[in-house]
């Protein structure tokens, strides 16, 4: 039963893992382990989309759609929040710059 994958388990699935979802892509089995690659808004917020996860029975589980899209509107707002930082940076950075008092000089 090691290596016996549920009948569910296939690229395309939305998962259920470590308090997130995302969507199988790919599944690798070995002797030793079962090996799924899923990609998830929670990784791509991490800049990494797609993680190599180990499978263990229970730990990654079928995700209900109404789960992967609050996971996604989740990581949307940290994205759009990272997004007004940049922003607000950039404005800062340009208006130093615009300021010949505080342009440091290029020595």
Known sequence: ???????W???GQLVEFAFCV???IDI???PE???VLVKSPK??????PSEWLEFKEGAIKPATLERAERDIELYRGYILKMLDE????NDSWQS???????????A
């Open 1 to 7: 039963m090691k290596n016996q994958l549920p009948d």
């Open 9 to 11: 388990l296939k690229p």
């Open 22 to 24: 995302g969507q199988v």
């Open 28 to 30: 690798a089995v070995s």
């Open 33 to 35: 382990r079962v090996m």
């Open 43 to 48: 990784g791509i917020w991490r800049n990494h």
């Open 86 to 89: 940049l922003d607000a940076t």
């Open 96 to 106: 130093q710059f615009s300021n010949p008092e505080i342009v440091p000089s290029a």
